[in-house]
T-cell receptor, first 113, second 106 residues
Framework: NAGVTQTPKFQVLKTGQSMTLQCAQD?????MSWYRQDPGMGLRLIHY???????DQGEVPNGYNVSRSTTEDFPLRLLSAAPSQTSVYFC????????????FGSGTRLTVV | KNEVEQSPQNLTAQEGEFITINCSYS?????LHWLQQHPGGGIVSLFM???GKKKHGRLIATINIQEKHSSLHITASHPRDSAVYIC????????FGQGTRLTINP
């Protein structure tokens, strides 16, 4: 099993550009989520999904869009990148909400100039 | 006040010392997670606790549900234990503490 695969690992964008961060898991997990990690702020939830076709907003959803057309994939789209979106992004999955461990992707370091 | 508070924020110790990192939470939870993140690295899940105590090698995690408090202990600490340790409370979502940066000097 590959676990949670995130691509790309690094990305530099210009302000106003759009891009998609990819996240895929092969563990048949129902719950998938995106977080951003900023110095002094810890990890914050952007969007999450409890199953295919179902998504919802987290703490910091503005400027980001998600979809969940399959159980395996949960891409995060930056609609018009801003310097404030410079961060490290992590995708994570778990079997379902409750007493199950989370598996994290290796992260994407995004710089918006 | 954050829903999940960790202490200390930074901890430096000598190799071989016994390490304790504390986590207090104010939300109702189904489980408490301890995560490890090495510098520039990904996040690895160490423990998931809903009661009692778990041990894996030199790492021990405990939780007191009534007091809403959890601790992560490292016995015989080693420089390779240097990392950021994060506790996260799991309810309808994960709520993270700010992390504890641990440095073990040889």
């Amino acid at each position: 099993n590959a676990g949670v695969t995130q691509t790309p690992k690094f990305q530099v964008l210009k302000t106003g550009q759009s891009m998609t961060l990819q996240c895929a898991q092969d563990m048949n997990h129902e719950y998938m989520s995106w977080y951003r990690q900023d110095p002094g702020m810890g990890l914050r939830l952007i969007h999450y999904s409890v199953g295919a076709g179902i998504t919802d907003q987290g703490e910091v959803p503005n400027g980001y869009n998600v979809s969940r057309s399959t159980t395996e994939d949960f891409p995060l789209r930056l609609l018009s990148a801003a310097p404030s979106q410079t961060s490290v992004y992590f995708c994570a999955s778990t079997r379902t909400l409750g007493n199950y461990g989370y598996t994290f992707g290796s992260g994407t370091r995004l710089t918006v100039v | 006040k954050n829903e999940v508070e960790q202490s200390p924020q930074n901890l430096t110790a000598q190799e071989g010392e016994f390490i304790t990192i504390n986590c207090s939470y104010s939300v109702g939870i189904s489980a408490l997670h301890w995560l490890q993140q090495h510098p520039g690295g990904g996040i690895v899940s160490l423990f998931m606790l809903s009661s009692g105590k778990k041990k894996h090698g030199r790492l021990i995690a405990t939780i007191n549900i009534q007091e809403k408090h959890s601790s992560l202990h490292i016995t015989a600490s080693h420089p390779r234990d240097s990392a950021v340790y994060i506790c996260a409370a799991s309810a309808q979502k994960l709520v993270f503490g700010q992390g504890t940066r641990l440095t073990i000097n040889p």
